[in-house]
């Protein structure tokens, strides 16, 4: 029993990652209507850039957190302008096909420059440690990252669905011609947007980096997961992809308890039945 | 990728019609050596692209072409899949007139290889992949294993860590043929060295996470947690394990296949105790030292593995076969690889047995504290040497059918 809890916490930490990288993927497609493949990519350079910082600059963890994710949703914002802005008015398979593509091409210059095994980055000194917690053993980060995520999570959901600069957004995707006649520049939100998107991946990164290995592999690892966690919750729900998040990392958590054999699969079982009884998602709208 | 790839190697074919010289045995005139490797995913830097830059100073080294017997060296990678590993296999022997594939990091594309390299009469110079059973029951005349095993790395860290006193062990395992063969020879020395093992748990290749199994291994209080697994996965479970306080808490951790890559992936913080057996350290002496100043700057300063090595000293031995035979057949060159002696800079002298195990000492390392490191690549701390006959498992145990 006492295994069992521990177990849950784990699985909860895992899906504070899967919350932040599908809620990056959701608020993209929601509004911008583009599949970005490239958020796995994006995720690992968020973890690099704080590698970057630290080895090169030595500037620290705390810095990372906001330094890593502003240069990542730059380039994201480069992206958009030149790149995924011709495709808008084209199905959604250019997009998907074009951030594939790019995904591809940054992924191995990455691993040309720094090969595959990874690079180190220690946990910052205020969060190292642990707390026995009678059933496991927490350590601090550990619970950092839950915490972050949750603040990182439900904040972005509110600022859409909540505030008045949401429902502008929420407006655009709607109608972007009448927003844009109400004098609100349409091009311009929609880039900021997906800077945004672009940003949550780079700051999860960034809180992979002392867990994980800063590996050019990493995105690419974690990416198919998270789309099938934003299927699961339903393209572009925004509380279905948060939920779905933490819900999916529990079920692989106890997957890796119950018959460990089977826990990088039972994500994509999961996917599969929920496509079947419900293929808008679990908290998704039939359009 | 993959077209480009196909480019250089129909470039390679044409070139090697174009050549035409005439060397009665050496089929088509030419040797050709395939590299096959992990070359975008957790063995690239152990093995990958560094396997290829061992191979080249091989055959440099060997001086063969300036004795007019043409050498020419392709490539690809198998992306850790045994069906993708077979078909580049089949295309290059039926085909691309591969003669010798090398490397192969990956148990369970290895041993597909090797049975098509039994087919086909070819030569399998196996260094990248682990399992045992390579030299045991799924052994070939075709098939030479150099460089390391899965009972021999069992046999060193195993061996030693339970007679010191870690005498109860939990596994966690990757979960295919490379891993389950590790685990399987671990815990055979374990219980020789009068150990037990409380449990396991195998988790699947290529895993991100390992706090789960790690919550698993401290609960079941045994004393040492047994790392079958490689590459990304050790890092990964090493790293995360130091997170949740294992070797803290009174238990500690054998890496029961580590590469120096991983270590300097960890960094010495991270790493620094690890005990783990290896085959190879390029600081041994002044060859390998001298070998590794040559290597690291062909491969982005990477300083070679074990896995390099054996490339390295395996094709050596290769064309020595192939030049004292003064032909490319493939089942007469290997026989031929047993009967000679083996002698390079990396491994010293030794023999390759009749199972196709190549049979050189081991070294039990320690990983140095960052305070006793000189700097980058300096990092192992050489404990014991385990003699070459007592380093790889007994001819008589491994159940290979041409024991006889």
């Not at chain 1, 929601?30 to 994006?42: E, S």
């Not at chain 2, 007019?68 to 580049?88: F, L, P, R, T, Y």
């Not at chain 2, 021999?152 to 062990?169: C, S, V």
Request: hydrophobic share 50%; charged share 15%; net charge positive.
């Amino acid at each position: 029993m006492q295994a069992l809890f521990g177990q849950l916490l784990i699985g909860l930490i895992n899906g504070a990652f899967y919350a932040m990288l599908s809620l990056g993927l959701a608020v993209i497609f929601g509004l911008l209507n583009i599949i970005n493949f490239t958020h796995g990519a994006q995720y690992m350079m968020g973890a690099f850039v704080a590698w970057f910082l630290l080895t090169k600059l030595s500037i620290g963890y705390w810095w990372a957190l906001l330094l890593a994710p502003i240069v990542v949703g730059a380039l994201g914002v480069v992206i958009e302008r030149t790149m995924l802005a011709r495709l808008y008015k084209l199905d959604h398979l250019y997009g998907l096909l074009l951030t594939f593509g790019l995904a591809l091409v940054i992924q191995g210059l990455f691993r040309n420059e720094f090969g595959s095994s990874g690079l180190p980055y220690q946990i910052p000194s205020e969060l190292t440690g642990g707390i026995n917690l009678g059933f496991m053993f927490l350590p601090v980060y550990r619970a950092w990252v839950i915490v972050a995520s949750l603040i990182v999570c439900l904040s972005t959901w509110y600022v859409i669905e909540r505030t008045k600069l949401g429902s502008y957004l929420r407006a655009a995707t709607e109608n972007p011609a009448l927003v844009q006649a109400f004098g609100i520049n349409v091009p311009r939100m929609v880039t900021l947007t997906f800077g945004f998107g672009v940003a949550l991946a780079a700051l999860a990164g960034v809180m992979a980096a002392p867990i994980y290995q800063v590996n050019p592999l990493m995105g690419a690892d974690i990416i198919i997961v998270v789309f099938a966690v934003v299927v699961i919750g339903g393209m572009g729900s925004i509380m279905g992809s948060i939920l779905t998040g933490f819900g999916l990392g529990v079920v692989e958590g106890l997957t890796k308890y119950f018959y460990p054999e089977a826990s990088n699969t039972v994500i994509f079982v999961v996917m599969v039945i929920v496509l079947m009884f419900r293929p808008a998602g679990l908290f998704g709208k039939e359009r | 990728m993959n077209a480009l790839k196909r480019n250089l190697l129909a470039l390679a074919i044409a070139g090697t019609f174009a050549a035409g010289a005439a060397h009665a045995q050496i089929s088509d005139n030419v040797i050709k050596i395939g590299v096959l490797s992990d070359m975008s995913s957790l063995y690239t830097d152990l093995a990958g692209a560094g396997s290829v830059v061992a191979a080249k100073m091989a055959v440099e080294d060997s001086g063969i072409e300036k004795r007019g017997i043409k050498v020419e060296i392709v490539s690809a990678d198998h992306q850790n899949k045994a069906d993708v590993g077979s078909a580049i296999a089949r295309q290059w022997y039926d085909t691309d007139k591969v003669d010798v594939i090398v490397d192969v990091p990956n148990s369970g594309v290895a041993l597909a290889v090797s049975q098509i390299t039994k087919d086909k009469g070819k030569v399998f110079l196996a260094v990248g992949p682990g399992s045992s059973d390579l030299t045991g029951k799924s052994c070939s005349p075709n098939t030479v294993h150099w460089a390391y095993d899965t009972w021999m790395l069992a046999n060193g860290t195993g061996t030693a860590i339970t007679k010191q006193g870690g005498d109860t062990w939990f596994f966690i395992t990757a979960d295919y043929a490379f891993g389950q063969a590790l685990e399987r020879d671990t815990t055979a020395a374990i219980q020789k060295a009068g150990g037990k093992v409380l449990g396991g748990v195998r988790a699947p290749i290529n895993n991100q996470d390992f706090s789960s199994f790690l919550l698993q291994a401290q609960a079941s209080k045994a004393k040492v947690i047994g790392l079958a697994n490689a590459g990304g996965d050790t890092t990964n479970s090493i790293k995360q394990a130091a997170e949740f306080g294992i070797v803290k808490g009174g238990q500690s951790l054998a890496g029961l296949l580590v590469f120096l890559t991983d270590i300097h992936a960890l960094g010495l913080n991270t790493a620094q105790g690890l005990i783990f057996t290896e085959t190879f350290y390029w600081d041994m002496n002044d060859q390998t030292r001298a070998f590794s100043n040559r290597f690291a700057p062909k491969d982005k300063g990477i300083h070679p593995t074990m896995v390099h090595a054996g490339v390295y000293a395996s094709v050596l031995h290769y064309l020595k076969a192939v030049e004292a035979l003064k032909s490319d057949d493939g089942t007469k060159v290997v026989a031929k690889m047993k009967e000679m002696p083996t002698d390079d800079p990396l491994f010293g002298k030794g023999t390759i047995r009749v199972d196709g195990r190549k049979i050189h000492p081991a070294y039990l390392v320690e990983v140095k504290k960052p305070a006793e490191s000189k700097g980058a690549w300096d990092y192992y701390k050489i404990r014991a040497t385990i003699p070459a006959d007592q380093a790889f498992r007994p001819l008589a145990d491994g159940g290979c059918p041409l024991v006889k």
